[in-house]
């Protein structure tokens, strides 16, 4: 089974404190995802890497960057955490396919960050 | 950008009731994917579907894809209560880029 791990499932901070979600997957899958769920906005994508050391913005990445310096970890960090960023994060992963046939998402359980 | 808007946002039904949840496109998609996630968990796969007018069941599921391929479905034939929880669809709107629906919360009471 593919296995997608977030190291924390919850995590409270306080303002201006640098934060590290780590996420590992072992199917050696080349795409990495970070998300944020906030109710009713639905998953909107941060930050994914399609390779080692790559990295593209995804829709909301201010606030946050990454690294990708192994195949199977993909860090998410906030440099200096804001209350607007208590949020449910989720990493996901998915292997590099053809244009047109994406193949499976597979999600990590998520990462519940409280910001005080 | 290319976008998908999911309806309903909210659906509550009796249990043994149906219920159904839409994504529609204003472009064509080269495929479409559903997620559920129950409440307090992480998304989980259910379905990809990617030929116009395709029609998927899995149990009481029946998921469709438009013929123009700018709409799908996801159909439940008599909920229960273990349906609870939130539907996404998905979609590649280009290489590495997905794009998820805001997600449909069915709530469903016994």
């Known amino acids: 089974d593919v296995k997608v791990t977030q190291s924390s499932r919850y995590l409270v901070k306080r303002t201006g404190e640098k934060v590290f979600l780590e996420c590992v997957q072992d199917?050696?899958?080349?795409?990495m995802f970070w998300y944020r769920q906030d109710p009713g906005l639905g998953l909107r994508l941060i930050y994914f890497?399609?390779?080692?050391?790559?990295?593209e913005k995804g829709d909301i990445p201010e606030g946050y960057s990454v690294s990708r310096e192994k195949k199977e970890r993909f860090s998410l960090i906030l440099e200096s955490a804001s209350t607007n960023q208590t949020s449910m994060y989720l990493c996901?992963?998915?292997?590099?396919?053809?244009?047109?046939?994406?193949?499976?998402?597979?999600f990590g359980e998520g990462s519940r960050l409280t910001v005080l | 950008g290319q976008q998908v808007m999911q309806i309903p946002q909210y659906q509550h039904v009796q249990e043994g009731e149906d219920f159904t949840t839409y994504c529609n496109s204003s472009?064509?998609?080269?495929?479409i994917q559903w997620y559920k996630q129950r409440p307090g968990g992480h998304p989980v796969f259910l379905i990809q579907l990617v030929k116009s007018g395709e029609v998927k069941k899995q149990k009481r599921l029946t998921f469709q894809f438009g013929e123009a391929k700018k709409n799908s479905s996801l159909h439940i034939t008599a909920t229960q209560t273990t349906d609870v929880g939130t539907y996404f669809c998905m979609f590649s709107g280009g290489y590495n880029k997905l794009i998820f629906g805001a997600g449909t919360r069915l709530a469903v009471h016994p």
């Open positions: 472009t064509t998609l080269s495929n």
């Open positions: 199917m050696d899958h080349e795409n």
């Open positions: 890497s399609y390779d080692v050391k790559m990295k």
């Open positions: 996901a992963s998915i292997p590099r396919r053809g244009q047109g046939n994406t193949g499976e998402l597979f």
